[in-house]
């Protein structure tokens, strides 16, 4: 007799328990910007943004890090990519913000490329076509002037996001993991362009 019959003749219930998601632990890259921050203690002063007086723990930076590296590969994967060795530009006040963007960047083994907000529309789309960016970010501050640049017309269309302003999330536990093969990122900042076009220094 199986187990079903006896319970129904019993009239007992059976109760359906919902599966809980089993989470990932989450991963940043190992390397020695990600190992400087996770020896800190985590409740200790990481960022102060004189501006608004905000204050951040090393914490909430390193969750608010991990939760946007992976929502930046996130939206790499629906353009059918990764983001290991591509140029990611962003366009963001100086503020918590940008530094968890960067750091972001970081993470997620590609190359962070800074845009200047003064910088006149023209010279960034330059910047953007130069470059060959895959992914352009901005915070809701420069939206429109991010959405003015692809207005313009770009030789390749980058994924677009705004990103939403951060207030600093509760920390998380983290593990490091080493890389399978030598990381591919980097930064690439390109001059004022006073004189003629913004240019990229040489990278070594």
């Given amino acids: 007799m199986s187990l079903l019959s006896i319970l129904s003749r019993s ?16 991963t940043l890259p190992n390397t020695h910007i ?3 921050l996770q020896s800190h203690d985590p409740d200790s002063l990481a960022v102060i943004h004189s501006v608004s007086e905000r204050s951040f723990t090393y914490g909430s930076l390193i969750g608010d890090v991990v939760r946007a590296k992976d929502d930046l590969a996130r939206k790499a994967a629906k ?7 591509e140029r990611v530009a962003f366009l963001a006040e100086n503020s918590y913000d940008y530094v968890v963007t960067m ?6 083994d590609a190359i962070a490329l800074p845009l200047s907000p003064a910088f006149p529309t023209g010279e960034l789309k330059y910047i953007l076509d130069n470059s060959q960016a895959r992914m352009l970010l901005a ?9 003015e640049i692809l207005r313009q017309g ?10 939403n302003k ?3 999330t509760r920390g998380e536990p983290v593990t490091l993991t080493d890389l399978d093969k ?4 980097g930064m690439m900042l390109y001059t004022s362009g006073t004189t003629n076009r913004p240019a990229s220094p040489p990278r070594e």
């Fill in 103 to 108: 750091l972001a960047i970081f993470a997620s």
């Fill in 11 to 26: 009239r007992a219930r059976i109760l359906r328990v919902p599966r809980t998601p089993f989470r990932l632990l989450s």
């Fill in 182 to 185: 030598p990381s591919a990122g």
């Fill in 139 to 147: 915070t809701e501050k420069y939206s429109d002037k991010a959405m």
């Fill in 166 to 168: 951060l207030e600093g």
């Fill in 154 to 163: 770009l030789e390749h269309d980058p994924i677009f996001n705004v990103r």
């Fill in 79 to 85: 353009g059918q990519g990764t983001l290991a060795g």
């Fill in 34 to 36: 990600f190992r400087a």
